[in-house]
C-alpha cells in the first residue's frame, strides 16, 4: 500500500503482504483514518470518495494498492477550475493495463470487505437482503403468502376468542316429555270444547225438566188430552234419559287449569329449546373459526418449512445464519441477542464471503474491540487467510502509528 496527499497523508509507504492483521494507530486527526480511505479509495468508485480526497494545500494524490495479481491505482488531481478529477488504473501481474477498470474491482469488491461492521450496524430488513443476495435466494412470493395467512390466521383466533366470550352458558336440556306450544294449545282447545259440551247438555237436561214440569201439570188440568200429553211425557222421558248417557259419557269437566299450565310449561320448554339452539349455532362459529385458524396456521407451517428447507440448502456466508419474523438468525438466536464475540464472528464472516477474491477486510472501529474481541479478529484472520486492517485511537503494541500524515513508529502486527 503505498499514498500520496490523501486527504491527512502526507506519503505513506506499508508493506503488509502476509501479515494477518494491520492495525493503524495514532490520535485522532493525524491521518490514521485516511490509511483506511486509501483502501476505499483505490477499489471502490466514486461514489465512495468524499467531497475533499486531496489534502489542503495540495493539487495532486494518490492511492496505490498492490494485490496478488493486480496493482491499482487512483490519482487526483485540481483542476483549473477547482474541480476535482480523478483517475483509475488497474493492472495486471505483468503491468499491462486493464480495460473496464471500475468493473473489474466491482467484481472482486464488496462494501461489507471494506467496512463488516457495518453489517452489525445496519437494520434487519437491510441484514436479510444482503443474506438474500448472496445465498440467491427470493423468498417474496412465500413471505407475501405468509404474511396473508398469518394474518387470516390472527383474525380467526381474534374471532374463536371474541365468540368464546360471547358464547351463552350451556342450557339444561329440555325435559323429555315437555310438551310443545302447539300441543299445549290442542289440548287447551279440547278441554274447551269437552266442558262446553257439557254445559250444553245440562242445559239440555234443564231444559227438559222443565217440560216435563210443565206437561205433568197439563196432565192434572186436562183429563182429555191425558193421552197426547202423555205421549209427549215419554218422548221427553226418553231424551232425559238419552241426554244422562251422553252426560255420563263425557264424564267430568275438566279444569280449566290444566291447559293452562300446559302452555306454561311449552313455553319454558320453547325458550329452552331456543337458548339450545342459538349455542349450538355459537359452538358451529367457534368451530368453524378455529378450522379457519388452523387451516391458515398449516398454511404458515407449510411455508415456513419451505423457507428453513431453502436456507438448509442455500450456501450462505456464514454457517448457521437464517432469517425469519423479519429477523436475521444465528443457530436460532436473533442476531441483536447474540453475544460480542458471535457478531464479530458473524460480520467477519460475511465480509470475508461477501468478497472471496480479495481477502482484506477494514474494521474503522478497532477501539470498541476489547482484548478478548480483538484476539477473534486475529484468530478469525489467521483461519481464514484474510487480511485485517484495524483502526485504533492509540498506540498500542505493534501498531503503526500515523502522525502529521506520515508512519512514524511501529510494525504491522504478526
Same mark, same amino acid.
Given at each position: 500500500?503505498?499514498?500520496?496527499?490523501?486527504?491527512?497523508?502526507?506519503?505513506?509507504?506499508?508493506?503488509?503482504?502476509?501479515?494477518?492483521?494491520?492495525?493503524?494507530?495514532?490520535?485522532?486527526?493525524?491521518?490514521?483514518?485516511?490509511?483506511?480511505?486509501?483502501?476505499?479509495?483505490?477499489?471502490?468508485?466514486?461514489?465512495?470518495? =468524499?467531497?475533499?480526497?486531496?489534502?489542503?494545500?495540495?493539487?495532486?494524490?494518490?492511492?496505490?494498492?498492490?494485490?496478488?495479481?493486480?496493482?491499482?491505482?487512483?490519482?487526483?488531481?485540481?483542476?483549473?477550475?477547482?474541480?476535482?478529477?480523478?483517475?483509475?488504473?488497474?493492472?495486471?501481474?505483468?503491468?499491462?493495463?486493464?480495460?473496464?477498470?471500475?468493473?473489474?474491482?466491482?467484481?472482486?469488491?464488496?462494501?461489507?470487505?471494506?467496512?463488516?461492521?457495518?453489517?452489525?450496524?445496519?437494520?434487519?430488513?437491510?441484514?436479510?437482503?444482503?443474506?438474500?443476495?448472496?445465498?440467491?435466494?427470493?423468498?417474496?412470493?412465500?413471505?407475501?403468502?405468509?404474511?396473508?395467512?398469518?394474518? +387470516?390466521?390472527?383474525?380467526?383466533?381474534?374471532?374463536?376468542?371474541?365468540?368464546?366470550?360471547?358464547?351463552?352458558?350451556?342450557?339444561?336440556?329440555?325435559?323429555?316429555?315437555?310438551?310443545?306450544?302447539?300441543?299445549?294449545?290442542?289440548?287447551?282447545?279440547?278441554?274447551?270444547?269437552?266442558?262446553?259440551?257439557?254445559?250444553?247438555?245440562?242445559?239440555?237436561?234443564?231444559?227438559?225438566?222443565?217440560?216435563?214440569?210443565?206437561?205433568?201439570?197439563?196432565?192434572?188440568?186436562?183429563?182429555?188430552?191425558?193421552?197426547?200429553?202423555?205421549?209427549?211425557?215419554?218422548?221427553?222421558?226418553?231424551?232425559?234419559?238419552?241426554?244422562?248417557?251422553?252426560?255420563?259419557?263425557?264424564?267430568?269437566?275438566?279444569?280449566?287449569?290444566?291447559?293452562?299450565?300446559?302452555?306454561?310449561?311449552?313455553?319454558?320448554?320453547?325458550?329452552?329449546?331456543?337458548?339450545?339452539?342459538?349455542?349450538?349455532?355459537?359452538?358451529?362459529?367457534?368451530?368453524?373459526?378455529?378450522?379457519?385458524? =388452523?387451516?391458515?396456521?398449516?398454511?404458515?407451517?407449510? +411455508?415456513?418449512?419451505?423457507?428453513?428447507?431453502?436456507?438448509?440448502?442455500?450456501?450462505?456466508?456464514?454457517?448457521?445464519?437464517?432469517?425469519?419474523?423479519?429477523?436475521?438468525?444465528?443457530?436460532?438466536?436473533?442476531?441483536?441477542?447474540?453475544?460480542?464475540?458471535?457478531?464479530?464472528?458473524?460480520?467477519?464472516?460475511?465480509?470475508?464471503?461477501?468478497?472471496?477474491?480479495?481477502?482484506?477486510?477494514?474494521?474503522?472501529?478497532?477501539?470498541?474491540?476489547?482484548?478478548?474481541?480483538?484476539?477473534?479478529?486475529?484468530?478469525?484472520?489467521?483461519?481464514?487467510?484474510?487480511?485485517?486492517?484495524?483502526?485504533?485511537?492509540?498506540?498500542?503494541? =505493534?501498531?503503526?502509528?500515523?502522525?502529521?500524515?506520515?508512519?512514524?513508529?511501529?510494525?504491522?502486527?504478526?
Amino acid at each position: 500500500m503505498a499514498a500520496t496527499n490523501i486527504k491527512r497523508l502526507r506519503a505513506i509507504e506499508l508493506d503488509t503482504e502476509g501479515k494477518p492483521v494491520v492495525v493503524i494507530g495514532g490520535r485522532n486527526a493525524q491521518g490514521k483514518s485516511s490509511v483506511m480511505d486509501v483502501i476505499q479509495y483505490a477499489m471502490r468508485g466514486k461514489a465512495a470518495i =468524499g467531497d475533499k480526497p486531496i489534502r489542503d494545500g495540495e493539487l495532486e494524490a494518490s492511492a496505490m494498492l498492490r494485490l496478488d495479481d493486480l496493482t491499482v491505482e487512483r490519482t487526483f488531481r485540481v483542476r483549473e477550475d477547482g474541480t476535482e478529477a480523478t483517475t483509475l488504473t488497474v493492472r495486471d501481474a505483468t503491468g499491462h493495463r486493464l480495460k473496464g477498470p471500475q468493473a473489474i474491482l466491482e467484481g472482486i469488491y464488496n462494501v461489507l470487505g471494506y467496512d463488516p461492521m457495518a453489517w452489525d450496524r445496519m437494520s434487519p430488513a437491510d441484514q436479510i437482503e444482503i443474506l438474500k443476495e448472496a445465498a440467491g435466494l427470493d423468498f417474496e412470493e412465500i413471505d407475501r403468502a405468509r404474511d396473508l395467512a398469518y394474518g +387470516l390466521r390472527r383474525e380467526a383466533n381474534a374471532a374463536v376468542k371474541m365468540l368464546k366470550v360471547r358464547l351463552p352458558e350451556m342450557p339444561p336440556d329440555v325435559p323429555e316429555n315437555a310438551p310443545t306450544i302447539e300441543t299445549a294449545t290442542a289440548r287447551a282447545r279440547v278441554i274447551g270444547e269437552h266442558n262446553r259440551a257439557i254445559v250444553g247438555i245440562a242445559t239440555r237436561v234443564r231444559e227438559n225438566g222443565r217440560l216435563r214440569n210443565e206437561m205433568d201439570e197439563k196432565i192434572e188440568g186436562g183429563l182429555a188430552e191425558i193421552e197426547q200429553w202423555r205421549g209427549e211425557l215419554n218422548l221427553l222421558g226418553a231424551q232425559y234419559v238419552a241426554l244422562n248417557k251422553e252426560t255420563a259419557a263425557l264424564g267430568d269437566p275438566i279444569d280449566p287449569a290444566e291447559a293452562e299450565g300446559l302452555l306454561v310449561e311449552a313455553k319454558a320448554a320453547d325458550v329452552l329449546r331456543w337458548e339450545i339452539q342459538r349455542y349450538n349455532e355459537a359452538l358451529v362459529e367457534i368451530q368453524s373459526a378455529e378450522q379457519e385458524a =388452523g387451516e391458515q396456521d398449516a398454511k404458515v407451517q407449510s +411455508l415456513d418449512g419451505e423457507k428453513k428447507t431453502a436456507l438448509a440448502q442455500a450456501k450462505l456466508p456464514v454457517k448457521g445464519l437464517a432469517w425469519e419474523n423479519k429477523v436475521v438468525t444465528y443457530n436460532g438466536i436473533p442476531y441483536p441477542e447474540c453475544s460480542s464475540a458471535e457478531r464479530i464472528k458473524i460480520t467477519l464472516g460475511m465480509g470475508a464471503a461477501m468478497n472471496p477474491n480479495m481477502p482484506v477486510i477494514c474494521i474503522r472501529e478497532a477501539s470498541l474491540l476489547d482484548e478478548e474481541n480483538f484476539a477473534l479478529v486475529c484468530q478469525f484472520a489467521e483461519q481464514h487467510g484474510l487480511q485485517v486492517f484495524c483502526e485504533v485511537a492509540d498506540d498500542r503494541e =505493534g501498531a503503526v502509528i500515523i502522525e502529521d500524515g506520515r508512519v512514524v513508529s511501529g510494525e504491522v502486527a504478526p
